[in-house]
C-alpha cells in the first residue's frame, strides 16, 4: 500500500510515510542498515552483511521508481536498495522488534553504530 504522503525531514534525518489511518517514522539509519540491497541483504538470508558505523548516515536524495517504490541515497553513498511500498510498511510496523535485533546482532559481532574514521596525517 502506497503512503499518502512522504516527507523527509532532513535535519532529523527521518523519514516520514503517512497512511490512511496511521504513519512511521523511519530513521535513516535504520533504513540505510535494513537495505533490500544485494549489497545488504545479500543473495539469500545467510548472505546478509551486518551494516554497522552508520549512526551518522543522512538522506542525499530520493526518487520516485514507478508507482511502487522509491530508491533512497544516502550520504555514505550507498544508492542501490529500492524499498518498495509494502517492505516500507513492514520496516514501519516491525521497526521495534527490527532494531533490537539489530541492536543486538551488532554486540554479538563485536560492531559499534559509531563510524569509524581514519585520521589522516598531513
Known sequence: MPPTEISVHKKSARLELTYDSTSHILPAEYLRVFSPSAEVQGHSKDQAILQHGKRLVTFKDIELQGNYAIRLIFSDGHD????????????????????????????????????QFIAVST
Do not use: H
Open 80 to 115: 542501490t536498495g529500492i524499498y518498495s511500498w509494502t517492505y516500507l510498511w513492514e520496516l514501519g510496523e516491525n521497526y521495534d522488534s527490527n532494531w533490537a535485533r539489530y541492536l543486538e546482532n551488532l554486540e554479538k559481532a563485536g560492531k559499534s553504530r559509531e563510524p
